[in-house]
């Protein structure tokens, strides 16, 4: 049997600022939602109409810091990851799944309207080292292999 793919790449937006958790053993996790969106004319009518796909996001350690200090509501983003479902106990007791992507790479392609920063800020890597203030910020994670599930 050939090997698997698990990879998701999505351009989208961020639906609301990231919820960031700073774990008792360190770690850091960031979630928040993403809206891509896709165009199409209505085959009756003739008019152009769009649908949006809600996506959510997670991202782990220096990937989560990122997401803290940089991310807002509004932002352009492209992430690349993969899925993984997951599940839980609602308060009814009831079993509850969500599928969620597990980032492992982040790149800013705009910030949201009302950001006071400039277009000079530099552009820091994982590690926080700064490089080109014109670049686009590319972030990635690369400790994912030990993450907590």
């Known amino acids: 049997m050939a090997g698997t793919v698990n990879k998701v790449i999505l351009i989208g937006n ?14 850091t996790v960031a979630n928040f939602p993403i809206a891509t969106s896709e165009s199409y004319t209505d085959k009756t009518s003739g008019e152009r109409r769009e649908t949006t796909d809600w996506h959510d996001i ?5 990937l989560a810091e990122v997401a803290e200090k940089y991310l807002k509501k509004g932002t352009k983003i492209y992430v690349e990851g993969r899925l993984k479902k ?3 106990q609602d308060k009814e007791g009831a079993t509850r799944y969500t599928t969620e992507v597990l980032a492992d790479q982040l790149t800013i392609l705009s910030r949201p309207e009302n950001s006071e920063k400039t277009n000079n800020e530099p552009n820091y890597s994982n590690q926080g080292t700064p490089s080109s203030p014109d670049a686009l910020k590319d972030f990635k994670d690369d400790e994912n292999d030990d993450l907590p599930f």
Request: hydrophobic share 35%; proline share 5%; no cysteine.
């Open 14 to 27: 961020l639906g609301k600022d990231p919820e960031v958790r700073h774990l008792e053993n360190g770690a």
């Open 58 to 62: 997670v991202v782990w350690r220096g």
């Open 86 to 88: 997951r599940s839980w």
